[in-house]
């Protein structure tokens, strides 16, 4: 079975620009969330969509933004990129539901801006 | 606000000696903890704890949750080389569905 999906692998972009990350989560998971993961630091949530929703959003700017589709993929978009937001991008895909659940994390983009 | 602290931050052990990972945490809506080792990229799921006092195990590894004293801790006993990665511990909020990590445990296993 294929896990969580992410493209692309890595991604080089300057100060000012935008960009969009891609996601696809476990066959059958209708949750995705997104987290950003700075060098020496643990994930940071950005979003959790369900069912095309906005179910949570962390502390962050509205630069960044996202959107999850019919088909449960999903897209981070990061407008006027700064230096800071130069990370390793995860997605999770999930089955929310009556009880707890686990969390299951693609392979991940690296953003590096200049 | 909530917070995840995680000790100690960094280990250096011999393989075959046993290692304990601490997670403290003030989460609210608090609804299940779960662990996750990080190598080079993803974090890979090892446990979800949801009850106190109920020990999860898979093969070397084991961990328990208190949700008295708001811990939980990750064993890993007859260390091996492969065993060297970061060890992330996240609460789940039930609210937003948001993990809330810990800055995470570097392990090192020395041969």
């Known amino acids: 079975d294929a896990g969580v999906t992410q493209s692309p692998t890595h991604l080089i972009k300057t100060r000012g620009q935008h960009v969009t990350l891609r996601c696809s989560p476990i066959s059958g998971h209708k949750s995705v969330s997104w987290y950003q993961q700075v060098l020496g630091q643990g994930p940071q949530f950005i979003f959790q969509?369900?069912?095309?929703?906005?179910?949570g959003r962390g502390n962050f700017p509205d630069r960044f933004s996202a959107r999850q589709f019919p088909n449960y993929s999903s897209e981070l978009n990061v407008n006027a990129l700064l230096l800071g937001d130069s990370a390793l991008y995860l997605c999770?895909?999930?089955?929310?539901?009556?009880?707890?659940?686990?969390?299951?994390f693609g392979p991940g983009t690296r953003l590096t801006v200049l | 606000e909530d917070k995840v602290v995680q000790s100690p931050l960094s280990l250096v052990v011999h393989e075959g000696d046993t290692v304990t990972l601490n997670c403290s945490y003030e989460v609210t809506n608090f609804r299940s903890l779960l662990w996750y080792k990080q190598e080079k990229k993803a974090p890979t799921f090892l446990f979800m704890l949801?009850?106190?006092?109920i020990e999860k195990k898979s093969g070397r590894l084991s961990s328990i949750l208190d949700k008295k004293e708001l811990f939980s801790i990750l064993n890993i006993t007859a260390t091996q080389t492969g065993d060297s990665a970061i060890y992330l511990c996240a609460p789940l909020s039930s609210n937003t569905g948001k993990l809330i990590f810990g800055q995470g445990t570097t392990l090192q296993v020395k041969p």
């Open positions: 999770a895909s999930s089955t929310p539901g009556q009880g707890p659940n686990e969390q299951f």
């Open positions: 949801t009850s106190s006092g």
């Open positions: 969509y369900y069912e095309k929703e906005e179910r």
